[in-house]
């Protein structure tokens, strides 16, 4: 079993910053062989993903992001990163974490991103 917890969520204006990141522990020595992702759902929406990163470091976002956006990871730390910039208010949305083992998906619980004046 992999626990994943993000943290570094919370209120920010438009056009500001934040970054949020993801720690993996429990039966696992190393996220190395994972690949990484955070996704977010807005309400009465469905989840996206909003950026992932391969296990050799190959990088994906979804178009409204790009530019804005990056996810990187450190892996002797166990920790993935999402650092979030010129934020909008349709950034607004829960970001979750995901890690995938294998056949195996993980999830965080989740952190909330708001942007608003």
């Known amino acids: 079993q992999v626990h994943l917890v993000e943290s570094g969520g919370g209120l920010v204006q438009p056009g500001g910053s934040l970054r949020l990141s993801c720690v993996a522990s429990?039966?696992?020595?190393?996220?190395?062989?994972?690949?990484m992702g955070w996704y977010r759902q807005a309400p009465g929406q469905q989840r996206e993903l909003v950026a992932s990163i391969t296990r050799s470091y190959i990088t994906t976002y979804v178009d409204a992001v790009k530019g804005r956006f990056s996810i990187s990871r450190d892996n002797s730390k166990n920790t993935v990163y999402l650092q979030m910039n010129s934020l909008k208010s349709e950034d607004t949305a829960v970001y979750y974490c995901?890690?995938?083992?294998?056949?195996?998906?993980?999830w965080g619980p989740g952190a909330q991103v708001t942007v608003s004046s």
């Open positions: 995901s890690a995938v083992d294998g056949i195996y998906w993980f």
């Open positions: 429990g039966r696992i020595s190393s996220i190395n062989n994972m690949a």
